[in-house]
């Protein structure tokens, strides 16, 4: 069973991606319907950074599960043993 510490960390880590989805959705979704000079605007990036913090965010987890994959492939490297 989780610690109430775990289920703590758990449950932030939820709420947060939540918030993200829901505030990525009305940018990418809704607010191109929205007028330009409507208030809703003055809270979100402008649209170009729409695509560009996902694909930088999409090579940081490649680079880290890539290093993670290296760093597990060195450590389980057992030497061939000469006959």
Not at 47 to 70: D, K, N, Q, T, W
Request: aromatic share 12%; proline share 5%.
């Amino acid at each position: 069973m989780a610690t109430g510490v775990d289920q703590a960390a758990g449950m932030s880590l939820v709420i947060l991606s939540l918030l993200l989805f829901t505030y990525y959705s009305v940018w990418v979704i809704v607010l191109p319907f929205v007028d330009s000079d409507h208030v809703l605007h003055k809270y979100f990036l402008p649209r170009e950074y729409s695509v560009i913090l996902p694909g930088i965010a999409a090579v940081v987890l490649l680079l880290c599960i890539g290093a993670f994959a290296m760093v597990v492939m060195w450590k389980n490297h057992k030497p061939k043993k000469v006959d």
